[in-house]
């Protein structure tokens, strides 16, 4: 079973950045594709970015598409959100997991976009 450890959220203000880290453990971990998710209150967790295995392919929701950034470094165990030109419908926690997987989830990294 993989762990995977978020880091990176925080206070942001609206039109600002942050990356969010995700570290996964396990030398599986590269050997698959991943995503990042979010999940805002009352809402359901949505899936706003992933990644093919090597790092060759990525796909976005629309919500986030010009602005949101995926990477990964498998050298590392690690794949990295960049975002940018938040806004106040982006605040939510964000999870990285395995699509489609039984993986377990982390605790997430609150992400708050507000003035």
């Known amino acids: 079973q993989v762990q995977l450890v978020e880091s990176g959220g925080g206070l942001v203000q609206p039109g600002g950045s942050l990356r969010l880290s995700c570290a996964g453990s396990g030398s599986i971990f590269s050997s698959y594709a991943m995503g990042w998710y979010r999940q805002a209150p009352g809402k359901e967790r949505e899936l706003v970015a992933a990644?093919?295995?090597?790092?060759?392919?990525?796909t976005y929701a629309d919500s986030v598409k010009g602005r949101f950034t995926i990477s990964r470094d498998n050298a590392k165990n690690t794949v990295y959100l960049q975002m940018a030109t938040l806004k106040p419908e982006d605040s939510a926690v964000y999870y990285c997991?395995?699509?489609?997987?039984?993986?377990?989830w982390g605790q997430g990294t609150q992400v708050t976009v507000s003035s």
């Open positions: 990644i093919s295995s090597a790092g060759a392919s990525t």
């Open positions: 997991n395995r699509p489609f997987s039984n993986w377990s």
